[in-house]
């Protein structure tokens, strides 16, 4: 039952373990200093470990469902996170990270009545209706009032992750970058929210790609 897990298990422990300079042994000896703080969706498709291809001491990772940030409160599991994240391991870069086909803001979208999931993801309401406003009317096919929600709704997450008080205090004297990220899961593309506008990020063809296509 388990047997896809244990395989991908098989393959981190030959590459984190059993070679020359296996990186967990040295991230245990000298600890771990992520550089980032990554908010992502639950969904399976759209794993920042796996969109990012990242090594284990890259990033903290916090999953909820639609990438959503609810106002601040305390004792929450996220508002703990980027307390020890912020204060103690001395991140500054924060990521949310949505993405499209997000079953959580189709949910939202559809008036979902189960109510655990309902009450989680009804704060983002505010985000639907900027998007039902902002979307040119022509274009409110249900498909495209999706992907002008889940952006709002990064907007309006990151918005909300502001009202956190590790995140205010590292705000209020050193830099802290946050980011609005959109996975386009079909393009296989990263939007980004910047001056006021979403645009695609530009990545390098990387030098592994090139050889592949030159195969
Ligand atoms: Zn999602």
């Given at each position: 039952m388990t047997e896809k897990l244990l395989e991908g298990f098989q393959s981190f422990r030959q590459f984190q373990y059993?070679?020359?300079?296996?990186?967990?042994?040295?991230l245990i000896e000298e600890g771990q200093k992520p550089e980032y703080f990554i908010i992502s969706c639950i969904d399976s498709r759209a794993n920042p470990a796996t969109i990012f291809r990242a090594q284990p001491g890259t990033f903290f990772n916090f999953m909820a469902m639609g990438a959503i940030v609810r106002p601040y409160k305390q004792g929450t599991a996220l508002?703990?996170?980027?307390?020890?994240?912020?204060?103690?391991?001395?991140?500054?870069?924060?990521i949310i990270l949505g993405h499209t086909h997000c079953g959580a803001i189709k949910a939202?979208?559809?008036?979902?009545e189960d109510p655990e999931i309902a009450s989680f993801i009804d704060v983002a309401h505010d985000g639907l209706e900027r998007a039902k406003n902002s979307c040119p009317h022509h274009a409110h096919d249900s498909e495209t009032l999706l992907r002008c929600t889940e952006q709002e709704i990064v907007l309006q997450s990151i918005k909300n992750l502001e009202t956190y008080p590790a995140v205010a205090r590292v705000m209020s004297g050193e830099s802290l970058e946050i980011h609005g990220w959109i996975f386009d899961m079909q393009a296989g593309q990263l939007q980004e929210h910047q001056g006021g506008k979403w645009d695609t990020i530009k990545i390098n063809p990387c030098p592994v790609a090139t050889d592949q296509r030159a195969l």
């Amino acid at each position: 039952m388990t047997e896809k897990l244990l395989e991908g298990f098989q393959s981190f422990r030959q590459f984190q373990y059993e070679n020359a300079d296996p990186l967990m042994l040295r991230l245990i000896e000298e600890g771990q200093k992520p550089e980032y703080f990554i908010i992502s969706c639950i969904d399976s498709r759209a794993n920042p470990a796996t969109i990012f291809r990242a090594q284990p001491g890259t990033f903290f990772n916090f999953m909820a469902m639609g990438a959503i940030v609810r106002p601040y409160k305390q004792g929450t599991a996220l508002s703990a996170a980027l307390q020890f994240a912020l204060e103690y391991s001395g991140v500054r870069k924060i990521i949310i990270l949505g993405h499209t086909h997000c079953g959580a803001i189709k949910a939202l979208a559809e008036d979902i009545e189960d109510p655990e999931i309902a009450s989680f993801i009804d704060v983002a309401h505010d985000g639907l209706e900027r998007a039902k406003n902002s979307c040119p009317h022509h274009a409110h096919d249900s498909e495209t009032l999706l992907r002008c929600t889940e952006q709002e709704i990064v907007l309006q997450s990151i918005k909300n992750l502001e009202t956190y008080p590790a995140v205010a205090r590292v705000m209020s004297g050193e830099s802290l970058e946050i980011h609005g990220w959109i996975f386009d899961m079909q393009a296989g593309q990263l939007q980004e929210h910047q001056g006021g506008k979403w645009d695609t990020i530009k990545i390098n063809p990387c030098p592994v790609a090139t050889d592949q296509r030159a195969l």
